[in-house]
């Protein structure tokens, strides 16, 4: 089991920063693949970045490529999602989520999840 606590989400302006962070507990974090989901209320959660347990390979949704970084620091069993250029469409409840495998793989992988972070971003 992994338990999986996100904080830093809030209200910013279009245009600027937050940076999301997901502290793991539980297991070894650097033998799980790690990822930022999001949601809005009515619409299915989407995928937002993963990265890999060793924090070498990551990917990203296209909507967020070039805006979004994705890091973790397994010293510190923490993962997190800087997000710059803020945009009001990036507004959701953002879930921190855990993959029992050490590679990128298929999103249906991920079984443990936070319980999420608000983010608002007014235009």
């Known amino acids: 089991q992994v338990q999986l606590v996100e904080s830093g989400g809030g209200l910013v302006q279009a245009g600027g920063s937050l940076r999301l962070s997901c502290a793991a507990s539980?297991?070894?974090?650097?033998?799980?693949?790690m990822g930022w989901f999001r949601q809005v209320p009515g619409k299915e959660r989407e995928f937002v970045a993963a990265t890999s347990g060793s924090g070498i390979s990551t990917r990203y949704a296209d909507s967020v490529k070039g805006r979004f970084t994705i890091s973790r620091d397994n010293a510190k069993n923490t993962v997190y999602l800087q997000m710059n250029s803020l945009k009001p469409d990036d507004t959701a409840v953002y879930y921190c989520?855990?993959?029992?495998?050490?590679?990128?793989?298929?999103?249906?992988?991920?079984?443990?999840w936070g319980q999420g972070t608000q983010v608002t971003v007014s235009s």
């Open positions: 539980g297991r070894t974090t650097s033998n799980y693949a």
């Open positions: 989520a855990a993959a029992p495998r050490r590679n990128l793989g298929p999103l249906k992988d991920y079984d443990y």
